[in-house]
């Protein structure tokens, strides 16, 4: 199984820039590992539901961004550390949430739906004050 671990969340004022990671480790019984898996970052915020924010295809380096945090932030991977991660600049306190990292089957293309994730981490918070 793999196992997405989240870091980089905190406090921080308005404008101010985070880089969020996720640690991928382990394989699944066929073998699959990080490099293999779509990854996305989704997002829930207190009385709301889970959005997606960004994906990235496990191959060709295809990206997706929610219009909301578009031209702020960027998401990548590194198959060789496999990790990805959430740069976020110009943080806004809209942007406070509870951020998750998670994996779904995919080669070229990213995916959009929660429900084509497989794996997902514990989520890391993540606090915008203004």
């Known amino acids: 199984q793999l196992q997405p671990v989240e870091s980089g969340g905190g406090l921080v004022q308005a404008g101010d820039s985070l880089r969020l990671s996720c640690l991928v480790s382990?394989?699944?019984?066929?073998?699959?590992?990080?490099?293999?898996?779509?990854m996305g970052w989704f997002r829930q915020a207190p009385g709301k539901e889970r959005e997606l924010v960004a994906a990235?295809?496990?191959?060709?380096?295809?990206?997706y961004v929610t219009n909301s945090v578009k031209g702020r932030f960027t998401i990548s991977r590194d198959n060789g550390k496999n990790t990805l991660y959430l740069q976020m600049v110009s943080l806004k306190p809209e942007d406070t949430a509870v951020y998750y990292c998670?994996?779904?089957?995919?080669?070229?293309?990213?995916?959009?739906?929660?429900?084509?994730?497989?794996?997902w981490g514990q989520g890391t918070q993540v606090t915008v004050s203004s």
């Open positions: 998670a994996a779904g089957q995919s080669d070229n293309y990213y995916l959009l739906n929660a429900g084509a994730y497989d794996y």
């Open positions: 382990g394989r699944t019984p066929s073998g699959r590992t990080f490099s293999n898996y779509g």
């Open positions: 990235i295809s496990a191959i060709g380096g295809r990206t």
